[in-house]
């Protein structure tokens, strides 16, 4: 994998989800689509995996990094790290029996990884909100927020495999690596 | 066998595994020893800022903070300086109510508070947080432009979006009053355009852009005699939690009254800011010149109006 393009790739990716995302909201609801997780499943379903393991990973301690969660002023290294790890397990089981280079397979594991990472996100804060300090949502709604937001990530996801899916020979995932390709 | 995968061509996990754990450790540690992770993310953001902030840009130019269509830029210009107008005029009335306060508390013999000057700040909003449940503004100016927690930001010269919390050197994070934890704050209704008299409410963020709170009848009237009604000016008037440079400033508009569902004598406002702080491209910092944040009474006019 060429990791400067993954670098490159993720720097935009991360601009997008704190620079564009809110004005996606719909409403005044907290439901707003994902740029970081389909660039994540597009690694995650092409790139080998541990390379795919290590690169979620990353982007996940980015997301962790960038962003408190509400209840909070300090940032916390974790949950999103974690999420994206999950996310990144299920994509490399489920890019077996998906149908390679097709933009609405990135879009439906990004709906799945989105979820995963929602899952997860929400668990760790509900139990540090129980053993450090009080977190600043209730779990049960949140939880419902993210799942929606889950379903909303498909939009970027068809997007977004329609300008990362071009660039897979570049980024170093050859006809061999493609979606599909069991590893 | 290529290194590092086992003989099943699974990935080594070891290093995973240890990954794994550290994760999860740093997810359960205080606040208070959090602080290595804490110039992590001031250093991520710096990075993501340079991309974050072209994006952010458009976002705000398609999607702007201003509820309803724009005026003309003339229109808008005098309904600004009728604002800040109006604002000078609050604090100087609210300031000669607190001094005879003081007077009154000088006779008892009470310690003083000092006069806090303050200074402005442009600084674009550069990012959100990435963090859905979390309305936190990131903007483009920190420790380096003298910047310090518990600086009050205000967007189209008179509206509060809230405070800073964190400051790095070159972005600081600024928490809107809409925000689920934002707290309580409490704010005057004003009943008529002169602002001569008033209702007093405390106000809590709802989630969903607004804030409401019931609000307090004064002694001897009755609820049908002094009602808020939707359209009403609410300004901040909270100097207990909020600086100086915060009084006056306004919180929204009343959009509904409703009586409270506990005590159907009581009314409960809701306020909406007249913008939406979520999708703000500048907030203006105001800046306390002490270094003590928490100093709350008597922001000076001098060099503190736009």
Known sequence: MNRLLFALLAWIALGLEVGLRPALRLGTTGIAPSFVIPLAVFIAASAPPRTALWSCLALGIAVDLLGPAAGSSQVVLGPNALGYLLAAQLVLALRGVMVRRNPLSLAFLSVMAAATTGVVVVACYAARGLLIDPIGFAPAPELGTRLLAALYTAATGLFMALVLLPLAPTIGFGTERRFGSRR | ?306
């Open chain 2, 1 to 306: 066998m290529a290194r590092g995968l086992t003989s099943t061509g699974q990935p080594r996990r070891r290093w995973l595994s240890v990954v794994i754990l550290v994760l999860l450790g740093f997810t359960f540690v205080p606040p208070s020893v959090n602080r290595v992770v804490q110039w992590f993310g001031d250093l991520t953001a710096t990075a993501i800022a340079p991309v974050s902030h072209p994006f952010s840009a458009f976002a705000r130019w398609i999607a702007p903070a201003r509820i309803g269509a724009a005026p003309p830029a003339e229109i808008q210009a005098i309904e600004e300086e009728l604002a800040r107008t109006k604002l000078l005029h609050r604090r100087s009335e609210q300031r000669a109510a607190r001094l005879e306060q003081l007077i009154e508390r000088l006779q008892g013999g009470l310690a003083v508070i000092p006069d806090v000057p303050m200074s402005l700040l442009a600084a674009p909003v550069v990012a959100a947080s990435a963090d859905l449940s979390s309305e936190m503004l990131t903007i483009r100016a920190g420790a380096n432009q003298g910047v310090a927690p518990g600086a009050v930001a205000v967007a189209d010269a008179v509206q509060l979006v809230g405070r800073v919390e964190t400051v790095a050197p070159a972005l600081s994070r600024v928490r809107p009053i809409t925000d689920p934890t934002a707290g309580l704050l409490r704010a005057r209704i004003e009943l008529d355009g002169a602002g001569s008299s008033w209702l007093l409410t405390q106000l809590g963020p709802d989630g969903d852009g607004t804030l409401s709170g019931p609000v307090a009848i004064p002694d001897g009237a009755t609820p049908e005699a002094v009602r808020a009604e939707p359209g009403m000016t609410v300004r901040l008037d909270d100097p207990e939690a909020w600086p100086g440079a915060a009084q006056a400033l306004v919180v929204g508009a009343v959009e509904s009254v409703s009586p409270d569902p506990d005590q159907p004598q009581r009314q409960v406002v809701v306020v909406r800011p007249t913008v939406r702080l979520e999708r703000i491209s500048e907030v203006v910092l105001r800046i306390p010149r002490a270094t003590d944040a928490s100093d709350t009474e008597f922001d000076s006019d001098r060099g503190g109006t736009p």
